[in-house]
């Protein structure tokens, strides 16, 4: 369970190994970690789990506002969709659900008071995410920021 670690402890590490300790943490499957580029859009630097090779061209480059990262990011607050393969919000964008993943979150990484990027962890069942994991992740998502700035 996320709340009996610190993500504390993810400073410092390489983003890989922080991102594995927080799915395991999270029991997740699937993770992302996308990064604030200059040209302002969300570019993926690590991620974990079975996402398919034909969504790759999608999720290395996102903008702001789009998808489940892009609104993380514009919103400066975690979006989460209990199941992504029978949500209808528009919250995900359609290839979201060629994961085969259910549950899924994003928070924004936020580091020294600005967007550094967005953390996004899945999981294969729908899933609510409580307002405890998600603080948790979002703590865990300023810990990695502060590796990446």
Known sequence: MAGTSTPNRLAGLPVE????????????????VHVMGSDGLLHLVHHRGGIPEALMPVIRRIPVGKGMAGLAAERGEPVQICNLQ??????????????????SICVPM??????????????????????????????????IAGSLE
Request: charged fraction near 30%; aromatic fraction near 2%; avoid cysteine.
């Open 17 to 32: 190994d922080a991102l594995e300790q927080i799915l395991d943490a999270m029991d997740a499957e699937t993770g992302t």
């Open 110 to 143: 936020k580091g020294a008071g600005r967007l550094v990027g967005v953390l996004g962890v899945a999981v294969s069942r729908a899933r609510e995410f409580t307002d405890a994991e998600a603080d948790w992740l979002s703590r865990a998502g300023a810990a």
């Open 86 to 103: 029978t949500d209808s919000s528009g919250d995900a964008r359609p290839g979201a659900r060629a994961t085969g993943m259910r549950g």
